[in-house]
Each structure stands twice: as structure tokens, then as C-alpha cells.
């Protein structure tokens, strides 16, 4: 307290004692205020000072105008130096010296009711504090502002609240001045009574600390605790009993966590849970909260089980685990909005708000609500204020049981104290709460009403008042002063010494401490069950109140949509390396592969139709959509893995969640390659293929995007995550049919015919190979001449590779058909069958019939047969050689049309230049492929002009086919490439969705995890 108060308050004591004088015991209230505030030595000069200013008052007039006038002024300079408490105890003390006399006087009083007006305490507050001052007994002190404590039995006092106590000499008085939360204690009687190990003096007024503890002889100790709950006002809601009976629990390698641990409690409650590290107070937090089912025993909510019946009590339980549970892109407020919108959906967009401000306003951080929360690293708000938010969103919808676990881990010493005030306040609310506690401060012990402690193994060894424990564990092993559980001086009490005394050690012959315990954990249980008084509350029978009002999934899915699109346009390193990282890729690739032969004297500049290195680029594009969609999400769903727990404890969607997640990356993913295919296509004057090429990178970036929801959903490192994505994405580069050919790839895997298995399970093959197709089969130019390239390339085939081949296997059977060298015949055999199964099927195509087919056998063959089929084969060649002439002669008069001037001609050319891409068309007419048909499994397979091949299945269901061809075959029928693809990565899409909604790949890896634990498999 500043001089300058300390003065103002005495003139303010000066102008209310006067009467005609100053009476002695008016002068010796002055003096008992004075010591207790000054040092002896001042306490003198102090009082002169306040003799001066009575002497220097005016004369009364008879007037009270000018005195009211003077104790506004006084309470004005005050004012704004005093909190609510300080005010409370300064009237009190006022009241104290103006009835020191005997007597109020109606000028005293008036002065006394203007101060209060000022200070603004309730009239019916200072009532209360004149009734307590004067009562001299029970009956005089009957006011629900008082409780009383006496041997007398319940019902003699009607206003009052009362404790019965038999052995009590007289009584012991509690005054509550709710407004500023403040009990003042008066004891009047002949028992010998101790305040915190201190004499009470008779007839003395004094401040009730928080954790304070009344004793005396014979009867129990009347806590803290006890007087809270008779002033306690838990409105409307029901009355809650919790109930914790013989609770063990076994971990999954069959340790022991828990061993019948027991507790009673019941709203109003503040319970502190200790022990040393490893002790299991955070497992008996988790059983009891209801996130881990116990092994054997029950935890009851108003006799509800809540592992067998949880949906009773839906809402009823919150918590707060140690870790942060805050999106840190979002504002302080928006944390909360949402945390609310998802709590609630049926309150207005108004009431939301209110309640929002509401909770900020009771946590302080309303100042703060426009500030982003930012991460432990990176501090927007300080640690309290995390912490405090934290708990801000269980607030939100008022559990009628909380969880806290070390809510004051890591924080000032203020700061503990503001988050403990916080939750001792939620308690005489009404709530109970439970909080692991770590080394707390004295007043911080002193807040609580219940402390459980648990030692190594899950022992319980103590179960009661928390500084009642000091005195139970210093008499346990006999210490000195083991009745002393505080400092008589100060008041304050060391947890600290619990431990110390929990875990003393054994010395050795050296006088050196050694590791072993002087009592074992076991030995404390056993102390423990042999003094413990088994706590009691009787079991309510209420409906479990909760305020829960979880919205439908459809709703869920658009709030964890909005709370994600909020964070991530907040988060604008996020936002700019995201939204500018696909054009720019696009840019460097673009520009590095637009090449043209400058040394080309046709050529006056760029043009697409002779960039070599297009195909690279539709490849490299590809990649880069993988690498894109992967990166985007690979920390999706690890960074939120904290929310998430929090969210399914209170049976949230989780597949509302993965919808939100997958809906914003693929809008995400939309944008990036929109704006890659733009710049891209742009540099590269690639025409008429904008949509075509979209659609192929933004379906591989949505099966990346699922690809990486799925590998952060199941691992729990986010470098874990980043090793992987190289040997997620190595693979698609290698098995894409581009960087090694399919029929090139190692014999196990590979596949001459069509792509192998291991290409056909890569999202990058059907992706490359849709847009190799579709830019050569679907642009403009292609487009006009598509139908007569197939017939040509069809006829060329079969006159050029297919009918010599057949002609060349004829002429060897016919020289070697009598042969008797079992090599030759087994070749014999399988050539005669190949040919005979080839050419039915070419009768077959073309609607002839030929007798001698049947005798292609080894044991009909001759020079008669052969005669009759290579008549055939020459038939067939002149066939083919008309159908490619037809088809020849079309086109060259669809291109006599288009070029039969030279302007029409020079605007072909540049026409035929602007869409028709040479390496392209190389590629996928797979020209440069030296064997152009080869034999495999009794067939003949075609290697060159995949692009016009018809598929050719042998099931109804066959998709099995080369890479580039025009169409597949699926379901008897033939789809286009471009939409059967992107339609197999969808589906692989499709597959990931599936594994990331049954968290597949977690499951998977949770299971490796256990069977390379010994202790597992030895289980």
C-alpha cells in the first residue's frame, strides 16, 4: 500500500469516527488496523498523522452536505487504486471502529452507506458485514451471508448456513461477501482454536486464506473446502456424483499402470492428482475421463458406468490435455467460434458470439481476440494465455466434469496461479474438476479441496485434504512437529516435502544416499489402506447435465471446411508458396523445354509442332502434379492430431473431417495445376488441349492428395513423412513407362505384351499416358485424320509384319514338318498352332472362310495345305493393300480440299504445325521400337502403331493392354483412353479415401509396431 492510500484511507477513517470525539476504542481499532499494515516503529507516527486529521476537520455544521461532499472526494482519490477485495476489507474496518463504541449513529451511518454507494458494494453486503461485527451470538448472527459453526444441532438456525461440530466451546462465524469473494472468520467461545496452526484469539476478526484449515480437539477439521460448498450456488443444474471404484489398468506389454485406485466425489470440487514421474496420473486422468477403459473396476457419473454406457453421459465430461489443443493460423476468436459452432448447433450466429466474448471476457484474453495464436515458437500470446485458452474450449460448453492434465506445465508462477484461480472458480460454479498437478506453489496446494496422490506402479497412497497430507506423511514415519502442516508464521505450506518424504532414501555405511527407498511404494499403499477413511457421496440420482449439441456430419464437414480455409488464407507463407509454386514450375519448365533448331533456315522461330522435347514435358507435368498434391498434404492430418483426439472425445465425425480435408485439397489442387496447365500450355503454344491436360494433372494431384492424408494419418513424424514422399514418388518415375519401357524392366516384373502389374498400380503411367494420347488423338488436326491414319497403319501392319511372319513360320513348317528331331517338331507344333489361331482370326475380321485352317496339325499338314493358305495369306495381303489405298486416297482428297491454293496450303501447314507434334506422334506410333512384332505365349504381339490398335480381349472384363493405345476394353465395351484412365485414377483415388476413412495403412503399421515388440509377442 502506497503513503499516499494509506493516507487518504485514514482521512477517510477522520471524517466517518467523528462524532464529538474520537472514543478509545474507536482509537484502538485505528491502532489494530495500523499493525497490521505498518511496521511498529511507524505505527505511532501514524496515528498522530490521523490525530491531526481529525483536528484539522471543519466544524459540523449540523449538516451532513459538505461531509458527503468530503467522503466522495476521498472515495474518488481511492478508487482507482483499490481492488473490489481491498474496498470490502476498508468498510469493514470502518464499521469496525465507528461500533467500536458500542453504538452507530444515524451520521455514521449515512457516511457510511455514501462510501459504499461509492465503492460500490451492495447495501445488503454491508448489512451483512454490520450484523457480523456486532453478533455476539448465533441467533444475532443469523443471515445467509454467515455460517455458522457450533455444537448446536441443524435447525435451530433458519437464515444462517451451519456445520455441526459436538465438541466446539462457543462458535466460530464465516462471513461471505460474494461480490468480491472474500470470508472474513470471527470465533467467540473457550475451546483452544487453530487458524492454519495458529491460536484464534476470541472475539478477533480475520481473513479467510484460501486452503485455510479450522481444529481443534475431538472433532474433525472444518476445511476450506467445506465452508466453500455451504455458500456454493450451483443454479439449475443437477447435482453430480463421481464415483472411482478399485480402478487397475494394464498396459497393452502387460505392466500395471493402476492398481486399485479409489475416489468419491461431487460437484463443487477442485481434486488435485500427484505423484512422481511414471506414477500413473495422467493413465488414471485417461480412465477416469473416460479414454481408456479401465482393466478391472467402474467409474460412475450419477451411478452411470461411463465406459459401458457412454452415451449417457455425451457431454457431460470435458478435457484439456496437457498439450495444446489451438489451430494456430486461426485468431483467438476464431478457435473458439468454431470450437463452439462444433459444440452447438443449435444456437443463433448471435448467441454464439455473445457466448464467445463471454468465455473470452471470463478468461481475459477478450483484449487479445483478434491476435492469431501462433505456435509455441513463433508467440503471439504468452504461455498463460494458451493455457488459458486451452481450457477457454471446454468452457465453452460447460461440462459438468473436467479434466485437466498439468494445465500448469511450463508457465510462471502468475501464471499458474491465474489458470488454477480459473479453475477453482469453475468449481464453485458448480463443476468438478480434476487436474494433474506438478511442484505447485503454496497457495496454488492450498486452492484445492481433494488431493489423491499415486506413487511408482500406480499405487495409491494418499486420498484427502490436500495440507492435511503434510501432517499424515511427517506422522508416518515420525517426524518432529508432525502436527505442523504449515508455516505458523507466513502460513505457507511445501508440497515439496511430500516427495521428499514419499521417496527418502536408504544411506549406506559411508553416510551416502543410495537408490533404493527407505519405504517402497507397495509399503506406502499398504500404510495408506490401514489409516484411509473411505470418502462417501451419495449416489445421485439426476440425469447428467450437458449442454452438447453435436451438429449433423453435412454441417460438420462445411465447419471443419471453413475452420481449415480460415487458417490456411491466415497462414500467407502458406498461401503465396502454394498458390505461386505451381506457375512458376510451370514457368522453368516450360522455358527450359521450348527448343527449336535455330540453325533450321525453315524455321523463323518456335514452333510446337517441332519441340522435340514435349513428351518430357507432358511427363515432367505429371510429376510435378504428384509432387504438388503429396507436399500439399502430406502434414494435413499430423499437424491437426491433437485436435482430432480432442474432437472424437466428443464424438465428432471423423470422416466429416477427412471430407473437409479432402473437399479444400482438391479445390487446392484444382487451382495449382489450372494455373500450371495455363502458363504451361501458354509458353509452349500448346492449342485446344487446356482441358484435357487439367483434368489428367488434377486428378494424379488428388491421388497424391489422398496418398499423403493417408501417410500422415498413420505416422506420428512429419520427418518421417518428408523421407518417405521421395520413395513414394522415385517409383512413379521409374515404373511410368517413360524413363525405363515396360518391356524393358527387369523379366520378373516386366511384360512384352502389355503393361506389367507394377505399371498398372502407378498413378503416373495411366496419367502420362492419357495425355501422350489424348494431345495425339483429340487435337484439331488429328482429329480430321485420325480415321484414315488407323486404316493405313492397320493395312501396314498386317501386309508389312503380320502376313510375312505368318508366310516365313509357313515356309519353315513346310521344310520341317516331316522332321523326326523332337526340337524342330515341338517348334513345328507351336508354329502351325500359332498360325492356325492367327489367321481365324483374320477370317474372322474380314468374313471369308478358309477349309484348309483346320488341317494346320501336325499330322494333316502338307505341300497342299500350304498351297491353300499362302493362296489365302496373298488374298489377304492384296485386301489390306486396297483398304490402305481406299483409306489413302480419302485423305489425300480431304487434303487436296484443304491445300489446293497456296494460301490454303501455307495456312495447313501452320495449322498442322500449331497442333501436331512430331516427337509425340513418334512415341506413341512407337516408331523407334526395332522388333516391330514379336511372338509371346503362342501369339503374336504388334509393337509398332499402338496409338491405332483396337483392343483385342479375351475377357469380357480386360483392360490388360499396350501402353498407348487409343481405347480400352472394359465391361464389353471400349472406352477412350483419356476417360478410362483418368477414370482408373479416380478409382485409385477412390481405393486411398477408403484406407484413409478405416485408417488402413495406421492399423498396418500399429500392428508391425507390435509384433516387432517383444513383449508383445511374448504375450
Not at 444456437?347 to 468465455?359: F, N, Q
Not at 499424515?472 to 516427495?499: A, M, R, T
Request: proline share 3%.
Amino acid at each position: 500500500m502506497s503513503e499516499q492510500l494509506l493516507k487518504a484511507i485514514l482521512r477517510l477513517f477522520a471524517v466517518v469516527a467523528r462524532e464529538d470525539d474520537v472514543t478509545q476504542q474507536e482509537r484502538d481499532q485505528i491502532r489494530r488496523f495500523l499493525d497490521e499494515h505498518l511496521s511498529r516503529t511507524s505505527v505511532e507516527s501514524y496515528l498522530k498523522l490521523f490525530d491531526e486529521y481529525i483536528h484539522g476537520l471543519p466544524p459540523r455544521t449540523g449538516e451532513l452536505t459538505e461531509e458527503l461532499a468530503s467522503v466522495e472526494n476521498l472515495c474518488r482519490e481511492v478508487n482507482a487504486q483499490l481492488t473490489q477485495k481491498q474496498k470490502v476489507v476498508i468498510v469493514l474496518e470502518l464499521i469496525n471502529i465507528i461500533q467500536a463504541d458500542g453504538n452507530i449513529s444515524p451520521r455514521e451511518e449515512a457516511l457510511l452507506n455514501a462510501i459504499g454507494e461509492n465503492f460500490k458494494i451492495p447495501t445488503a453486503d454491508i448489512e451483512a458485514i454490520k450484523i457480523f461485527i456486532r453478533g455476539q451470538n448465533a441467533k444475532a448472527l443469523d443471515n445467509d451471508h454467515i455460517l455458522i459453526v457450533d455444537a448446536s444441532p441443524a435447525g435451530q438456525i433458519h437464515k444462517a448456513h451451519h456445520l455441526e461440530r459436538a465438541h466446539l466451546n462457543g462458535f466460530v462465524a464465516v462471513l461471505h461477501v460474494a461480490q468480491a469473494e472474500l470470508y472474513f472468520i470471527k470465533y467467540l467461545g473457550g475451546t483452544d482454536v487453530y487458524l492454519n496452526g495458529v491460536p484464534v484469539k476470541s472475539g478477533r476478526i480475520g481473513v479467510l486464506a484460501v486452503g485455510s484449515m479450522l481444529r481443534w480437539e475431538k472433532d474433525e477439521p472444518v476445511y476450506y473446502g467445506d465452508i466453500l460448498n455451504r455458500f456454493k450456488k450451483f443454479g439449475s443444474y443437477p447435482r453430480l456424483s463421481f464415483e472411482g471404484r478399485n480402478i487397475s489398468f494394464k498396459f497393452k506389454n502387460g505392466k500395471l499402470g493402476l492398481r486399485e485406485v479409489s475416489l468419491a466425489e461431487e460437484s463443487g470440487n477442485l481434486i488435485a492428482l500427484m505423484g512422481g514421474s511414471g506414477a500413473g496420473k495422467s493413465t488414471l486422468l485417461h480412465v477416469l475421463n473416460g479414454s481408456d477403459g479401465p482393466s478391472q473396476g467402474q467409474v460412475l457419473i450419477n451411478g452411470i458406468d461411463i465406459h459401458k454406457e457412454p452415451k449417457k453421459i455425451e457431454g457431460v465430461i470435458g478435457f484439456v490435455p496437457q498439450d495444446d489443443l489451438l489451430i494456430e493460423d486461426l485468431t483467438v476468436y476464431q478457435n473458439l467460434y468454431f470450437a463452439a459452432k462444433l459444440c452447438f448447433s443449435d444456437k443463433p450466429e448471435t448467441e454464439i458470439d455473445t457466448l464467445v466474448m463471454k468465455v473470452l471476457e471470463d478468461l481475459g484474453l477478450a483484449e487479445t481476440k483478434d491476435l492469431k495464436v501462433g505456435s509455441p515458437l513463433r508467440k503471439t500470446i504468452s504461455g498463460g494465455q494458451r493455457k488459458r485458452l486451452n481450457i477457454g474450449l471446454e468452457l465453452l460448453r460447460e461440462p459438468a466434469v473436467l479434466f485437466c492434465d498439468e494445465p500448469t506445465s511450463g508457465l510462471s508462477s502468475r501464471d499458474s496461479e491465474n489458470i488454477i484461480d480459473l479453475l477453482k472458480e469453475l468449481s464453485l460454479k458448480g463443476k468438478l474438476v480434476f487436474a494433474v498437478i506438478h511442484q505447485p506453489s503454496s497457495d496454488i496446494f492450498k486452492m484445492f479441496d481433494k488431493l489423491l496422490i499415486l506413487d511408482s506402479g500406480g499405487y495409491q497412497i494418499y486420498y484427502g485434504n490436500p495440507v492435511d497430507s503434510i501432517v499424515y506423511f511427517k506422522k508416518s514415519i515420525n517426524l518432529v512437529n508432525s502436527d505442523e502442516g504449515e508455516c505458523h508464521e507466513c502460513g505457507n505450506v511445501n508440497p515439496e516435502q511430500i516427495f521428499n518424504i514419499i521417496e527418502t532414501k536408504v544411506i549406506n555405511e559411508y553416510g551416502h544416499f543410495t537408490n533404493e527407498r527407505k519405504i517402497s511404494a507397495e509399503q506406502w499403499n499398504t500404510i495408506f489402506k490401514n489409516n484411509y477413511r473411505p470418502f462417501s457421496v451419495e449416489t445421485s440420482k439426476e440425469v447428467p447435465h450437458s449442454t452438447l449439441n453435436i451438429p449433423t456430419r453435412f454441417k460438420q464437414a462445411h465447419l471443419f471446411s471453413m475452420r481449415d480455409i480460415q487458417a490456411k488464407i491466415h497462414n500467407r507463407q502458406y498461401m503465396i508458396i502454394n498458390l505461386l509454386e505451381a506457375p512458376v514450375l510451370a514457368f522453368i519448365l516450360a522455358f527450359i523445354v521450348r527448343y527449336y533448331n535455330v540453325d533450321d533456315k525453315l524455321l523463323t522461330g518456335y514452333s510446337f509442332g517441332k519441340n522435340l522435347n514435349l513428351p518430357a514435358y507432358l511427363f515432367m507435368s505429371v510429376i510435378v502434379a504428384l509432387f504438388m498434391g503429396l507436399t500439399v498434404s502430406a502434414e494435413e492430418i499430423i499437424r491437426d492430431r491433437k485436435i482430432l483426439k480432442r474432437e472424437a472425445f466428443l464424438h465428432l465425425s471423423r470422416s466429416s473431417y477427412i471430407l473437409s480435408k479432402i473437399s479444400i485439397l482438391f479445390i487446392l489442387s484444382a487451382i495449382q495445376t489450372l494455373a500450371f496447365v495455363a502458363v504451361g500450355n501458354y509458353i509452349l503454344e500448346i492449342k485446344g488441349m487446356f482441358f484435357h491436360h487439367w483434368f489428367i494433372l488434377f486428378s494424379a494431384a488428388c491421388f497424391a492428395n489422398l496418398l499423403g492424408l493417408n501417410i500422415s494419418s498413420a505416422f506420428n513424424s512429419a520427418v518421417t513423412i518428408y523421407i518417405l514422399i521421395p520413395l513414394l514418388l522415385i517409383p512413379q518415375l521409374i515404373l511410368s513407362g517413360v524413363v525405363v519401357k515396360f518391356d524393358k524392366l527387369n523379366p520378373s516384373i516386366g511384360n512384352s505384351a502389355t503393361v506389367p502389374l507394377v505399371g498398372d498400380l502407378m498413378a503416373s503411367r495411366w496419367a502420362f499416358e492419357a495425355a501422350m494420347v489424348s494431345q495425339f488423338k483429340d487435337n484439331r488436326y488429328e482429329r480430321e485424320f485420325y480415321v484414315y491414319d488407323k486404316v493405313m497403319a492397320d493395312a501396314d501392319y498386317q501386309k508389312v509384319y503380320f502376313i510375312p511372319e505368318i508366310e516365313t513360320k509357313l515356309q519353315y513348317c513346310l521344310n520341317n514338318f516331316r522332321s523326326t528331331d523332337a526340337e524342330v517338331k515341338a517348334r513345328v507344333t507351336t508354329d502351325l498352332e500359332l498360325i492356325r489361331r492367327e489367321v481365324s482370326e483374320t477370317l474372322e475380321d474380314t468374313g471369308q472362310k478358309l477349309d484348309a485352317l483346320a488341317r494346320l496339325t501336325p499330322t494333316q499338314f502338307d505341300s497342299v495345305t500350304y498351297a491353300s493358305v499362302t493362296g489365302y495369306l496373298e488374298h489377304l495381303k492384296k485386301y489390306y493393300v486396297n483398304r490402305y489405298n481406299s483409306a489413302d486416297q480419302s485423305k489425300e482428297k480431304k487434303l487436296y480440299d484443304l491445300t489446293n491454293t497456296p494460301e490454303k496450303q501455307e495456312a495447313f501447314n501452320a495449322y498442322r504445325e500449331a497442333y501436331h507434334n512430331e516427337a509425340i506422334m513418334e512415341l506413341v506410333k512407337n516408331l523407334q521400337e526395332t522388333h516391330r512384332i514379336v511372338e509371346m505365349d503362342g501369339k503374336l504381339i504388334q509393337k509398332i502403331y499402338p496409338i491405332y490398335k483396337d483392343p483385342d480381349p479375351e475377357h469380357a472384363i480386360d483392360f490388360n493392354a499396350q501402353f498407348y493405345m487409343p481405347a480400352k476394353h472394359f465391361m464389353s465395351r471400349n472406352i477412350d483412353t483419356f476417360y478410362f484412365n483418368t477414370g482408373v485414377i479416380w478409382s485409385m483415388s477412390l481405393v486411398l479415401a477408403l484406407m484413409l476413412y478405416f485408417d488402413v495403412l495406421r492399423r498396418i503399421i500399429d500392428g508391425i509396431g507390435n509384433l516387432s515388440n517383444p513383449l508383445y509377442r511374448k504375450k
